[in-house]
């Protein structure tokens, strides 16, 4: 079993989606589904951490990610062998530009 790790801009992007969804859209309701389904997925990968494929990126970056979609958004996450980790690095909207997003975790 791996332990489940979320980097602080990992947190920061689920709390903006949560705010987001809950302000502009005004759906509090759709918002708390959203990251109780986000967390429980992520949840899943401490028994499953190879699941969800590998990010193919354009650019390569200085870690190997794998990307989980959950709704209109791409979990990024890198898996460590060593330390039975999962590390969530981000939580991204999938039309942004998700190569920029990555290079600067």
């Known amino acids: 079993m791996y332990k489940i790790e979320y980097l602080p801009c990992a947190l920061d992007d689920l709390k903006e989606i ?21 967390v429980e997925k992520v949840d899943l990968l401490s028994d499953f951490p190879y699941s969800a494929p590998c990010y193919m990126p354009i650019k ?7 990307k989980l979609l959950v709704k209109n958004y791409f979990i ?12 969530v690095a ?16």
């Open 60 to 66: 390569s970056l200085t870690h190997e990610y794998r």
């Open 18 to 38: 949560a705010g987001y969804i809950m302000d502009k859209l005004d759906n509090p309701i759709a918002a708390e589904n959203l990251v109780k389904e986000i």
């Open 76 to 87: 990024f996450y890198k898996v460590n062998e060593t330390e039975k980790t999962v590390t």
């Open 90 to 105: 981000r939580i991204i909207y999938a039309r942004r530009n998700i190569g920029t997003l990555l290079e600067n975790t």
